[in-house]
């Protein structure tokens, strides 16, 4: 719960442009900030209608491979724990350790597999609409 309190208020902070020398003892790191997945491609424009954001908290044990799914809303997170392997249909491999972000692909088939020694855990947020799906399946 901790993490996910410093997640937001990091999230706060750059949110309000606020320094983090503006306020004694905290500490900003910029973790992703870009207009690009992170296999290169544009973000598409956000959805049209009511918008909903939802944040997950997902640990995916050593060994576990998820099945093929795309997004079709942009999302990104942070991996608090463990080591993360994403991959794309078209074979485009990001390996993401403790504590970096990910701006994920959008309307990209692709797939997760933790292939280390402990639980990955990572936290996502998707920017999405209330009347539509955040997570396709094959």
Same mark, same amino acid.
């Given at each position: 719960?901790? /993490?996910?309190?410093?997640? $937001?208020?990091?999230?706060?902070?750059?949110? &309000?442009? +606020?320094?983090?020398?503006? %306020?004694?003892?905290?500490?900003?790191?910029?973790?992703?900030? #870009?207009?690009? #997945?992170?296999?290169? /491609?544009? *973000?598409?424009?956000?959805?049209?209608?009511?918008?909903?954001?939802? %944040?997950?908290?997902?640990? +995916? !044990?050593?060994?576990?491979? *998820?099945? $093929?799914?795309?997004?079709?809303?942009? &999302?990104?997170?942070?991996?608090? #724990?463990?080591?993360?392997?994403?991959? @794309?249909?078209?074979?485009?491999?990001? !390996? $993401?350790?403790?504590?970096?972000? +990910?701006?994920?692909?959008?309307? @990209?088939?692709?797939?997760?597999? &933790?292939?280390? &020694?402990?639980?990955?855990?990572?936290?996502?947020?998707?920017?999405?609409? #209330?009347?539509?799906?955040? @997570? *396709?399946? !094959?």
């Amino acid at each position: 719960m901790k /993490r996910l309190f410093c997640v $937001l208020l990091l999230v706060l902070l750059l949110s &309000n442009n +606020i320094s983090a020398a503006e %306020i004694k003892g905290v500490a900003v790191k910029m973790l992703s900030k #870009s207009d690009l #997945s992170w296999d290169g /491609r544009i *973000l598409p424009d956000y959805p049209k209608g009511k918008p909903e954001i939802t %944040i997950l908290m997902i640990k +995916i !044990q050593p060994g576990v491979v *998820l099945p $093929l799914h795309k997004h079709p809303v942009i &999302n990104a997170g942070i991996l608090l #724990s463990g080591e993360l392997t994403v991959v @794309t249909d078209d074979g485009k491999v990001l !390996q $993401l350790k403790t504590g970096e972000g +990910i701006i994920e692909v959008v309307n @990209t088939w692709h797939y997760g597999k &933790n292939e280390g &020694n402990f639980p990955a855990e990572i936290v996502v947020f998707y920017a999405g609409t #209330s009347d539509a799906p955040i @997570t *396709l399946y !094959q």
